[in-house]
């Protein structure tokens, strides 16, 4: 965020100004009480302190406070030198140190002397001042300090320049955003007058080119920088620190005209490349500034495109410039800023724009940089470089841009919005690249848009669905899906290309994975189930990486989902339950961390599973998938438990169904459902009962219906399904629960209990019949059901039970005797082990029994 | 239900284990104690009164203990009985206490509460016993009342409180010799013989009955369930002793292992003529596992035992009433 990025500019010029503040304030101290000697050790420490701060200071102008200070001291020392009295009196050290400090200071001040004049008259009236500083150099700290900037190339020179001061204003005024884009010079921008003048002064650069000397090359772009700082100052700035609002307003920074090339410099590639590499060598290295690199990158593009030194060479620096767009960030983890990222954008476009408008241009990594021709000729331009790369890393660093956004603010909103253009950038480098790429990279930008598209539910082709079921024509509705692109035709093209084509596992499972969540997304779910089972990405998913896992695992909810829309409660079970039983849903998805102490995870691992986090705008609603999860669950296990009430070796459908269950009744009053759970295990319970109405009238309710069904696409069909799978399940469980009631029951009366068609109720006890679940059978003419009754009573269920259990019982006993009997019998004393030896006959047969029940 | 008639009972019993006769009294007391606090698998108590006499020990009075509130949880047991006794010897009552009376649920009594109060009992009085009543069996008809005393092996074990396997192997004490049930002779007054001959007159109780009446299987059932809770504590206790066993065994053999290897070492040292290792103390070395107590599994074995018997009674009563049905069945048809 903005603020953000404020607030880490202005902490290292704040420490730096501390620093210096503090310095002066002991130097005023000592003023005040006399110390001259301390005033030159402070002095020193002063100018030394100014040297680290140069960065800032080249960023922000010379410092008032540190002019006064300059100013004051020299007056000061002139009237201790003045005072013959004082000076008498003064100790040996402290005259020695007045001669030294004043001849320092009148050295060091020499440098200052424009704005100690400013400070002192405080005029608008500005004397321009050369730089002359090749007079008594010694090893005073102000001649260090012009060294040092000679070497640096951060070279002042002072020069009156009307229109730049000019210039200066207007982009002054402007907000961030237009600076960004107007140092683009190029289309968008918001502030013509701005765009006007600076090509005024690249007009004027160009004029005064041929008077200028070679070894001034580096002025120019010492000059932007620095105006560029001083702009960004200027709008960070705006709110706070009116010390500084003053200098700038009042008396604006001396400007100078610098040109990035000498006068009388032919501009040719050549001279371009060097000033290239010149400013990539920079990259990197310590103390670099960033933000003016890019600046310079630009500037340099601007005058390559101004004196047409062709395509190659512009296609060249753009690459640099978002390359070192990314670099900007030293940090894996942090973010680009908005500005940045608007930048970034930009940039790519304009790249692909040449490349397009340009076929002759060959781009590659594989390009060596010495077999580059960049020069106009009628060969080919060759230039080094992977477009591929960049939009990829332009993808990453988007999500990481919305990773790191607060999904609930606006300002998520406002991020999400790039996303199409990302999508635009990602299809044109496409379109680009299915002209010119290898399969390889083919794959990979089809995997970019792929997983630009796989979550998104296509709305313009459900509604295309839905009018052409809704009974318009045949044609008509042909008509209407070839008015675009449907995104499954697109996903199944990308998809089949890279089946067909990639040599990398991973894109092609991760297309795969893709392809099922969109068809499973779109209620394709036959599709879906068979792509799944096809690619047997199931049995060797475990060996993936984890952001193909968060993406197996994604797809699997999505097609549990879906299998329950289209009401295969079964399959839905099954592929939810992985994720559900483990309890860490939200981790499993990506969509969360769970909370953990810091013994199981180290920072450094949590920073990992951080960056593997999916965006918000791709989550899968973690309630929506409880609710069908249990749902489902509930629709299995209520009959299930209903069908095996006696049965002591009854397994668990769904633990979690379970555990809800009896986290329901450990509740020691009940009030009427709240959460989404409540509801489902008070359905439970009507549903056991066999209550189909109450059961339904908590699982579809306003309640509901805002937290989970109308998340759905077709929620009315949804509902519907629904409904009548609870009727059925409810038949069923009554069935299970009653029969025993019953001698026999008419199916008429079923259908009415619970609204079903006869012919599903006869259906549904026929199932029951056939799978031995239920022991009746049809009467035909009487239209009822007669029970036989050889179901176990309750006393034989226990009595069966009981048999069981001593049977358990008796092979842990037989356990204890084989252990003293047995191979450790060894070690027991004889007489102890006699007792034992008289029941060996017994034991052998026993033993064989015992094995053989174990075989 | 007719009071037995009665007659005290001859021959030459153990001393300390003398024969009883109650009162009628006692048992209608109790029996009233329970319809009026006992309900479902609550438990009354009681504390029994009277005396010794030769090999009799006549059981004449009895008071219940009060029921446990929430609200008197620093209510004094003893300090009540004390008081109650004296109240009773005042009114010269028979104010020895001769043991407690205790009510069950489906004949589930046998359990560690009860061993532990039976041996505090007989261990301050000798003579004392526990009697068990029954009011669900007695509710269908036969009253149900036994009274028990812990053997003296049980004792012994329970004074060294040593439940070790091996304590328990070296007093042979297995679930069938752990209570000794005593029988009891319901001897009423003359005075009561006489009413209860008048009451019979005069009631008219229908001549219809329900012989045949099965009336089991809800009983059948809650014993069965019951049994069923036991087998399961049962197997778990197995689980624990096997564990052990092995542990132990586990433990034995690298014990040896380690003797041995000493043993070759000291043999090898003194063939070079070196001194051979000091002795360790091995026991330290293997600390042999912690031995699961044996009492509560003898318990549980003794209440399945208990269980088992409950159900033949009924069941073989059950039958017999069902060859019966079948016998009238065939004759009528």
Same mark, same amino acid.
């Given at each position: 965020s903005p603020e953000d990025t404020k607030r880490v500019v202005r902490s290292t010029k704040d420490k730096r100004f501390e620093e210096l503040t503090n310095i002066i304030k002991t130097i005023r101290n000592a003023m005040k009480i006399r110390d001259v000697s301390k005033c030159l050790e402070e002095f020193e420490q002063l100018c030394k302190a100014f040297l680290k701060s140069k960065t800032v200071v080249d960023k922000e102008g010379v410092p008032t406070f540190y002019i006064r200070l300059l100013a004051d001291l020299e007056d000061y020392l002139n009237e201790l030198w003045e005072d013959k009295e004082g000076k008498k009196k003064m100790n040996k050290n402290n005259a020695k140190a007045l001669s030294t400090l004043r001849q320092k200071i009148r050295k060091y001040n020499r440098d200052y002397e424009a704005e100690i004049v400013r400070y002192k008259e405080s005029d608008e009236s500005e004397d321009d001042k050369e730089d002359d500083d090749d007079d008594d150099v010694g090893m005073s700290p102000s001649a260090f300090l012009k060294k040092q900037r000679a070497e640096s190339g951060v070279f002042l020179q002072d020069e009156e320049d009307e229109e730049d001061s000019d210039d200066d204003e207007d982009w002054g005024s402007d907000s961030d955003d237009s600076d960004s884009e107007s140092d683009d010079d190029e289309g968008k921008h918001t502030s013509l007058a701005s765009r006007f003048l600076k090509k005024t002064t690249t007009d004027e650069d160009r004029r005064q080119i041929e008077k200028k000397k070679e070894d001034k090359v580096k002025k120019k772009q010492d000059r932007k920088l620095r105006r560029v700082e001083e702009d960004d100052e200027e709008g960070m700035e705006g709110e706070g620190e009116g010390e500084w609002k003053k200098v700038e307003g009042g008396a604006p920074l001396v400007k100078e005209k610098r040109n990035m090339f000498a006068k009388g410099t032919e501009i040719n590639i050549p001279v371009v490349l060097k000033k290239l590499n010149e400013i990539l060598q920079a990259r990197g290295k310590k103390g670099t500034d960033r933000a003016a690199q890019i600046e310079l990158l630009h500037c340099l593009a601007a005058i390559a495109a101004e004196n047409n030194l062709g395509e190659g060479i512009l296609v060249k620096i753009r690459f640099n410039i978002i390359a070192s767009l990314y670099d900007? +960030?030293? +940090?894996? =983890?942090a973010y680009m800023k908005p500005e940045m990222w608007g930048k970034c954008l930009d940039c790519i476009n304009e790249l692909l724009d040449i490349l397009f408008d340009n076929s002759n241009i060959f781009i590659g990594e594989n390009i060596a940089e010495d077999s580059e021709s960049l020069a106009v000729s009628d060969q080919p331009f060759r230039v080094r470089g992977c477009i591929l790369t960049l939009v990829e890393r332009m993808d990453e660093e988007f999500t990481k841009i919305m990773q790191n956004t607060d999904p609930h603010s606006q300002e998520y909103v406002d991020n999400l919005k790039d996303e199409s253009r990302v999508c635009q950038i990602i299809d044109r480098l496409l379109k680009y690249l299915e002209l010119k790429g290898s399969t390889e990279e083919i794959c990979r930008v089809y995997l970019r848009r792929i997983m630009h598209t796989y979550y998104k539910f296509d709305y313009k082709a459900h509604n295309r669905a839905l009018a052409g079921q809704k009974g318009e024509s045949k044609s008509e509705q042909d008509q209407a899906e070839n008015e675009g692109e449907d995104s499954s035709i697109l996903m199944d093209r990308l998809c089949k290309f890279i089946y067909a084509? #990639?040599?990398? #596992?991973r894109i092609r499972t991760c297309a795969i994975l893709c392809h099922i969540y969109h068809h499973a997304l779109h209620n394709r779910w036959y599709q879906a189930r068979d792509l799944m089972l096809m690619s047997h990405l199931q049995d060797n998913?475990?060996? =993936? #990486?984890p952001p193909v896992q968060i993406l197996y695992n994604r797809t699997m909810v999505q097609l549990g989902i879906c299998a329950f829309r289209q009401g295969m409660i079964k399959d839905a079970h099954n592929a939810l339950l992985d994720i559900q039983s483990s309890g860490r849903a939200k981790e499993l998805l990506g969509q969360g961390l769970l909370m953990r102490n810091m013994q199981e995870r180290n920072p450094e691992q949590e920073k990992i599973e951080k960056r593997r986090q999916v965006p918000f705008h791709m989550h899968i609603n973690l309630e929506l998938l409880e609710c069908v999860y249990l749902v489902s669950a509930m629709l299995l296990e209520i009959p299930y438990m209903a069908a095996h009430e006696?049965? =002591?070796r009854r397994r668990m459908i769904s633990k979690q169904f379970h555990h809800q269950l009896r986290v329901g009744e450990r509740q020691p009053l009940l009030g009427p459902p709240e959460s989404m759970r409540e509801h489902v295990v008070a359905a439970s319970k009507a549903m056991k009962m066999g209550d189909w109405k109450i059961c339904h009238s908590y699982i579809i309710n306003e309640k509901m219906n805002g937290k989970v069904w109308d998340l759905f696409p077709e929620a009315q069909r949804v509902r519907e399904m629904l409904v009548r799978k609870i009727q059925e399940e409810s038949l069923r469980t009554y069935l299970f629960t009653y029969s025993s009631v019953y001698d026999s029951i008419s199916m008429e009366i079923l259908a009415d209990m619970f609204h079903l068609e006869l012919h599903t109720v006869h259906s549904i006890i026929s199932k029951m019949i056939i799978n031995e679940e239920l022991m009746a059978s049809l009467d035909q003419p009487t239209q009822t059901v007669v029970m036989h009754r050889t179901e176990p009573t309750s006393l034989q269920n226990m009595a069966l039970q009981l048999a069981e259990k001593l049977g358990g019982l008796v092979e842990n006993n037989e356990r204890v005797f084989d252990l003293k009997q047995g191979i450790y019998g060894g070690y027991f004393s004889r007489d102890q082990k006699g007792g034992y030896q008289q029941k060996q006959g017994y034991q052998r047969d026993y033993q064989r029994d015992y094995q053989r029940s174990y075989r | 239900m007719p009071p037995q008639k009665c007659a005290a009972r001859g021959g030459p019993p153990p001393p300390s284990a003398p024969s009883y006769a109650t009162v009628s009294e006692v048992v209608l007391k109790i029996i009233k104690h329970y319809h009026e606090e006992g309900q479902g698998s609550e438990v009354v108590q009681g504390v029994l009164l009277g005396l010794v006499v030769e090999d009799r020990l006549e059981i004449t009075n009895c008071f219940p203990f009060p029921q446990h509130t929430e609200e008197d949880a620093d209510f004094d047991e003893v300090q009540y009985q004390m008081e109650m006794m004296r109240s009773l010897r005042h009114v010269n009552i028979d104010h020895l206490h001769v043991g407690w009376y205790q009510s069950t649920y489906y004949g589930s009594f046998v359990s560690r509460a009860l061993l532990d109060s039976q041996f505090s009992y007989q261990h301050a009085i000798e003579e004392s016993v526990v009697l068990i009543y029954d009011p669900i069996k007695t509710a269908q008809g036969s009253l149900s009342l036994k009274a028990y005393r812990l053997t003296p092996k049980l004792m012994e074990i329970c004074k060294e409180k040593d439940f070790t396997p091996e304590g328990l192997k070296k007093a042979s004490i297995a679930y069938e010799n752990m209570f000794e049930e005593v029988p009891i002779i319901i001897k009423n007054s003359h005075l009561i013989n006489v009413l209860m001959w008048e009451l019979e007159e005069k009631s008219a109780v229908s001549d219809k009955q329900e012989l045949l009446n099965l009336s089991s299987s809800n009983h059948l059932e809650k014993s069965l369930q019951l049994l069923m809770d036991r087998v399961d504590d049962m197997t778990q206790d197995i689980v624990k002793y096997n564990t052990y066993s092995r542990n132990l065994s586990k433990q034995q053999q690298q014990k040896h292992q380690y003797l041995q290897r000493r043993q070759q070492e000291n043999a090898q040292r003194q063939s070079r003529g070196e001194p051979s290792l000091p002795e360790e103390d091995i026991t330290k070395m293997f600390k042999p596992p912690q031995a699961p107590p044996r009492m509560d599994t003898l318990l549980i074995a003794g209440q399945i035992n208990t269980y088992c018997q409950n159900i033949k009674e009924f069941t073989s009563q059950n039958l017999g009433k069902l060859f019966m049905a079948e016998a009238l069945q065939g004759h009528s048809s």
């Open positions: 900007y +960030n030293p +940090n894996l =983890a084509k #990639d040599r990398t #596992d998913i475990q060996h =993936a #990486d006696f049965d =002591a | -």
